[in-house]
């Protein structure tokens, strides 16, 4: 599959973030980086906790990371595991919050090696739940 360079740029941060993962129960490291309409990336790794509901995926931390930096709309994904995992629900519900196009919203699924499968997020949650913000 051949990546733009911006697309590069987002697989990259994902694999990097996943160097960075903290999973000492499951061994399972994920990486994430989410890109921003205005071209910025925010990277994440997957925090594992021994009370398990307290952990956190890498796509939210991402995600978080992103709105915590003022950023509201995201446009791409990718998301780097050790044999080409998809993001979980959760994930997938969080990610579209902040996608106004989910059928051009790309998510890459890598490992760290290579590239497996880009997806839409249209093609990952179909029937995603949306409200109206207030005021909006």
């Known amino acids: 599959m051949n990546l733009s360079p911006t697309e590069q740029a987002l697989v990259q941060a994902a694999r990097a973030a996943r160097a960075n993962a903290y999973a000492p129960y499951s061994g399972y490291a994920v990486g994430a980086a989410v890109q921003t309409d205005d071209g910025r990336v925010f990277a994440g790794c997957n925090v594992e906790n021994a009370s398990y509901g307290l952990s956190l995926c890498a796509e939210r931390v991402a995600v978080f990371s992103a709105v915590a930096s003022g950023a509201r709309r995201l446009v791409a994904a990718a998301v780097c595991?050790?044999?080409?995992?998809?993001?979980?629900?959760?994930?997938?519900?969080?990610?579209?919050?902040?996608?106004?196009?989910?059928?051009?919203?790309?998510?890459?699924?890598?490992?760290?090696?290579?590239?497996?499968?880009?997806?839409?997020?249209?093609?990952?949650?179909?029937?995603?739940?949306?409200?109206?913000?207030?005021?909006?």
């Open 81 to 136: 595991t050790p044999d080409g995992g998809t993001p979980c629900g959760a994930c997938r519900q969080v990610l579209l919050e902040f996608a106004d196009a989910p059928e051009s919203f790309a998510v890459w699924v890598v490992s760290p090696d290579r590239v497996i499968a880009r997806y839409t997020l249209a093609d990952l949650i179909p029937h995603g739940f949306r409200l109206a913000p207030e005021g909006g």
